[in-house]
């Protein structure tokens, strides 16, 4: 091996050593750094969504296919519907799920357990009747109030979806009990079935316009949508339902459906997550959220959605800012596993940094002593054998070997060639005290 070669490993291998302490506390800092902030997010997460075919369900899926770019599995877990799923989240079994305001009342520990990821969508309330049904209501022409349904049979939705909920608060705002109406809890598919066939005269749907449910009806012949006449008073007396309209045309533009504006009232869904839900994951929701739901629709303009208005529980903080703020400038340019690892442990590392920078001042003089000591403990064998030289105890020849032993053992020692002269001077005291052996 050529002596440069060797003498470069070496130099490796020294600073290596004096720096290994300060870098192996470097890395378990970093180590518990990263097993306290925890800033990788698991690689799966359950979304409650809602009954086959519903809104909910198709939102689902796009939340499904946008967090699986990232490598997020979203495992989509079916229910009633928005009461279900709140008491989904309460009872642990989803981290997220959907939930429409005012489908169900709010405990007091939900304002701790629970965090918003902001307002997604509106969802109008339908309600769909057959005009063949005119005639068995006491007033004649399209149905425009609560009060116009006493006697029809109507079906609410089961009580998981939030909808029958919701219907009891506006039949007593009406002054009307549920008695004065032919309830019925069946699932979307089911009852509508039974609409169809003529069992059934009213059905009550809460849900987004992309609802298949809904596509189908408002373009099924004879089958009318309950225009609400008095949806701004609805507004005002519930802070959770706003008026919307559903403009003339906007379903079938050349069919000219619906043929004229339909007042309706409709409440918020917001996406609801569990608080020992992982930031990253909210962050990452809360930005498909922002494709997902930020596009023109029915009932809203551009970018109107997602918002952090008229939410009923906390909003989280990675949702404000992936609302309300630019994109993060690590997330333009890096991927998103990597953007989040730095941006939530870069106050680790300033911390680590700022801490090491005095103590690295050590490196260097340790370094030094290594490679000195390398040649200077045999600075205490020559001294030895210079006494026993000045002591007269031993004869010249052994006194010869010893220095020979010496000058073997110090040909073999290798040091940087900048400490070099420090070994050329231990050969050279080697050589004077040599001369000062008595003649024989």
């Known amino acids: 091996m050529p002596q440069a070669f060797r003498s470069t490993l070496l130099s490796l291998r020294d600073l290596l050593l004096s720096a ?3 870098a192996f506390l470097a890395v378990g800092l970093l180590v518990l750094a990263y097993w306290w902030l925890n800033p990788t997010p698991p690689r799966q997460v359950t979304l409650a969504t809602g009954p086959a075919q519903s809104a909910y369900e198709a939102f689902g899926k796009r939340y499904q296919k946008a967090l699986a770019a990232e490598g997020i599995e979203v495992v989509l877990v079916p229910s009633d ?3 279900a799923n709140l008491q989904l989240l309460r009872d642990g079994l989803a981290d997220l799920a959907f939930v429409q305001g005012g489908t169900a009342e709010l405990l007091p520990s939900d304002q701790e357990e629970l965090q918003s990821l902001g307002s997604l969508f509106v969802e109008p309330l339908w309600l769909f009747y057959r ?6 209501r006491k007033q004649s022409g399209p149905l425009d109030s609560l009060p116009q349904l006493r006697g029809l049979r109507v079906n609410v939705g089961t009580p998981g979806s939030g909808v029958p909920t919701l219907m009891e608060k506006l039949l007593d705002a009406n002054s009307m009990k549920p008695t004065d109406v032919k309830l019925s809890r069946l699932g979307q598919t089911d009852a509508t079935v039974q609409f169809l066939a003529g069992k059934l005269d009213v059905l009550v749907f809460a849900s987004a316009p992309e609802s298949m449910m809904v596509q189908m009806l408002l373009q099924t012949p004879g089958v009318q949508l309950m225009d609400f006449a008095q949806n701004e008073a609805y507004g005002r007396r519930f802070p959770f339902l706003s008026p919307v309209s559903l403009p003339r045309g906007v379903v079938d533009l050349a069919g000219n459906v619906p043929p004229e504006d339909v007042r309706l009232v409709a409440s918020t869904t917001a996406l609801l997550a569990r608080e020992p839900t992982h930031p ?5 929701f809360a930005q498909a959220g922002q494709v997902l739901h930020g596009g023109a629709g029915w009932f809203n303009r551009a970018r109107e959605f997602p918002n952090t208005r008229h939410s009923e529980l906390p909003i989280a903080a990675e949702a404000d800012r992936a609302i309300n703020e630019p994109v993060p400038l690590l997330q333009r340019y890096l991927p998103f596993w990597l953007a989040n690892l730095i941006e939530r442990m870069w106050l680790v590392l300033g911390i680590l940094l700022a801490a090491l920078l005095p103590l690295s001042r050590i490196v260097p003089p ?3 002593f290594r490679v000195r000591s390398r040649v200077f403990r045999w600075y205490g064998r020559l001294r030895e054998i210079e006494s026993d030289m000045e002591l007269g105890q031993l004869p010249r020849t052994e006194l010869a070997q010893a220095l020979d032993q010496l000058e073997i053992q110090v040909e073999k020692v290798s040091v940087p060639l900048s400490y070099a002269d420090e070994l050329y001077a231990l050969r050279n005291h080697i050589h004077l005290v040599r001369q000062k052996l008595p003649q024989a």
């Open 280 to 284: 990253a994951l909210l962050q990452l």
């Open 81 to 83: 519907g928005s009461s």
């Open 131 to 136: 005009t063949p049904d005119a005639p068995k």
């Open 20 to 22: 290994g302490p300060l």
């Open 366 to 368: 340790l370094y030094q």
